[in-house]
């Protein structure tokens, strides 16, 4: 992944120690750090996440990403990738956004880039692991493409999407020609047909 995007309003920079003062005012505000052990209260928490995603990028290519406003520079918030309940091959999106800068779609806008960036490198399938009441979370995933694959038992829904469904449609068709012993002649997926080209982009 790049570390280093934008989008129509955003700049995405993948998160460094640089970025820990102000990345702790957005964890250590009880209005937008509502997840997970937040808020955190100590310094060091937030200096622990930063490195946990550095390694994550350093030895698994996963960015997780300080969204700043591109016209001021205001750190709004965060979204990225990180292996969480699932795995690096099948990792999980995440966003956060400050209390003040709520429902102006700037979650959406980052996790359609991010989204868009799995898919250039290559990772098959996303996945989002959201409580039952995070409605805001929930409409995001939906308007991201992706859907409820299970719930565990807890109740956390795990959503999915499918980056590569024409790759995954090759293997069922090679996985059903080997079991009925059928040679069959697959398209290569590095190229690309026009229909692949007409594909929406996630989230669009
Ligand atoms: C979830 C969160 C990232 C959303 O950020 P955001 O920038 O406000 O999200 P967006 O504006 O891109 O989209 C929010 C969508 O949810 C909708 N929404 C927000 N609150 C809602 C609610 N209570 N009920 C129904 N829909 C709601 C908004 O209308 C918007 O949909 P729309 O674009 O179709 O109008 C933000 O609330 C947050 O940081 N929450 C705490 C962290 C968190 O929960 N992260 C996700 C963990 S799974």
Redesign the pocket.
Known sequence: MSPSLSTRRLKLNAFTADDAVELHALFADPE????GSGPFTAFEQTERWIAARVTAQHDHGLCWYALRCSETGLLV?NCGMLKGRTSFEEPEI??????S?????????A?TAVLEQCQAAGIRRVW????PH????R??AT?LGMHVDHTDNDGLLFYVIDLHPTDLADQQVRRASQIVGLKVTVRDPGVKSPKDCCQDSPGQ
């Open positions: 937008t750090h509502t997840i918030g995440g966003y956060l956004i400050r209390a800068h709520r429902s102006r779609g700037y979650a959406t806008e996790a989002a692991s959201i409580r995070n409605t805001a979370s409409h995001i308007r």
